[in-house]
């Protein structure tokens, strides 16, 4: 196809057709007219039905007419991965295609044979797979993060993985494609969930920070995406200060500066020795993993602060001993899950792992067909 990129390893035969599993995909029959009109256009797409471009197996969500999958949870042969976080990106596929940054997070994270073969794609550029279009498209999740857009015989769906909307300057900001179906996370996916402006939750730290100058301040911040959001936020909130970093964070934080992201003057906070400094009046920046462990007695009268999405919940931060909740979140709130729906004049919306019943309900109250998806393997808890 002309101006495509065609690659040898995603052009495999036909997968096995699976008809007899798509009964619990079709969409379901509503009289309000306004879904009706949303069936119709879709239904005008050719002959071509969505479950027919895309549905979900065991292994995650398969495109039979590509012969794919999209952030598959078991090892498959094709993957097309969103973002390097955990539940996304696994080790294991023999062929794996996503952002030159996804994939270098993944060998970060993995190592180098973490697939038998790698192809990248650009933001933006389109690849021709078995006659399906698919593309990459910013999703302002972390680095390299991406919604990933699957089209055949006029028929688009976007599958767009983890996404947020609020400014980050650690990665490319999320940009809408329109689509027939858009599938959609829904972590924080309750009318409850609208995120604080990040850079107010980050006064909030430094206001700790001059408030108890003897105490040791540790952030947990989830390695990869938060804890350089957090390092660039206190940046732009003009904390000039080396900040201490556990050992768990130094790969990525490199990778991050070497693609351009400022962290201004970051140190390791242990070293072989021990604790290189007790970090009084300091940012120590960890996995939330080590709350709890001794790690965090090391240093002076250590006060916990957690940034996550989850914080906006009280209890959650009780249960972690966490002082200082900070509410500070990658993927989008209740508002701008709604907002993005509408810009992508979908018909229809898949809802995949978070609290599907209250999206689903918005749709259906809004005209827009919608269903969950009901995939296993996505950890809300990973924000
Ligand atoms: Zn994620």
Redesign the pocket.
């Known amino acids: 196809m002309n101006g495509f990129i065609q690659f040898e390893f995603f052009r495999g035969a036909l997968g096995q057709d699976p008809r007899g599993r798509w009964a619990f995909m079709l969409p379901e029959i509503s009289p309000d007219k306004h879904i009706f009109h949303h069936q119709k256009k879709i239904l005008s797409c050719g002959s071509m039905k969505p479950h027919d471009l895309l549905h979900p197996r065991p292994a995650g969500l398969y495109c039979p007419p590509g012969d794919f999958y999209i952030d598959p949870v078991r090892p498959v042969e094709r993957a097309l991965i969103t973002?390097g976080?955990a539940?996304?990106a696994r080790a294991g596929h023999r062929h794996v295609l996503a952002t030159g940054q996804t994939l270098d997070i993944m060998e970060l994270r993995y190592g180098a044979d973490f697939a038998e073969s790698r192809q990248a794609l650009a933001y933006g550029e389109k690849l021709s797979i078995d006659g399906v279009t698919v593309s990459f498209h910013p999703a302002g999740?972390?680095l390299g993060?991406a919604q990933i857009a699957v089209e055949a015989n006029g028929l688009r769906i976007v599958a767009s993985?983890?996404y947020k909307r609020h400014p980050d300057a650690t990665c490319a900001p999320f940009e809408p494609v329109r689509c027939d179906v858009f599938i959609t996370e829904a972590t924080f996916g309750l009318p409850v969930f609208v995120h604080p402006d990040p850079l107010n939750e980050i006064h909030r730290l430094t206001a700790s920070l001059a408030q108890f100058p003897e105490r040791a301040h540790i952030v947990g911040a989830y390695s990869l995406?938060k804890a350089q959001r957090v390092i660039g936020l206190l940046r732009a909130a003009g904390h000039d200060a080396p900040i201490l970093i556990h050992g768990a964070l130094a790969k990525l934080c490199n990778y991050y500066r070497g693609q351009g992201i400022k962290l201004g003057k970051l140190a390791p906070a242990t070293d072989d020795e021990g604790i290189v400094d007790r970090g009084a009046g300091q940012i120590i920046v960890a996995p939330p993993s080590v709350f709890g462990e001794r790690w965090t007695r090391r240093f002076a009268d250590p006060l916990n602060v957690f940034a996550s999405g989850w914080m906006r919940i009280r209890q959650r931060a009780r249960q972690r001993g966490v002082e200082l909740p900070l509410i500070l979140s990658?993927h989008a709130d209740w508002n701008e899950l709604t907002a993005t729906i509408r810009e992508t004049e979908a018909g229809e919306v898949w809802v995949t792992h978070g609290r599907e019943e209250a999206i689903v309900r918005w749709c259906e109250l809004n005209g827009i067909a919608a269903r969950p998806l009901n995939l296993v393997g996505y950890e809300d808890e990973?924000?």
């Open positions: 973002h976080h539940d996304h999740h972390v993060s993985g983890d995406g990658d990973a924000e």
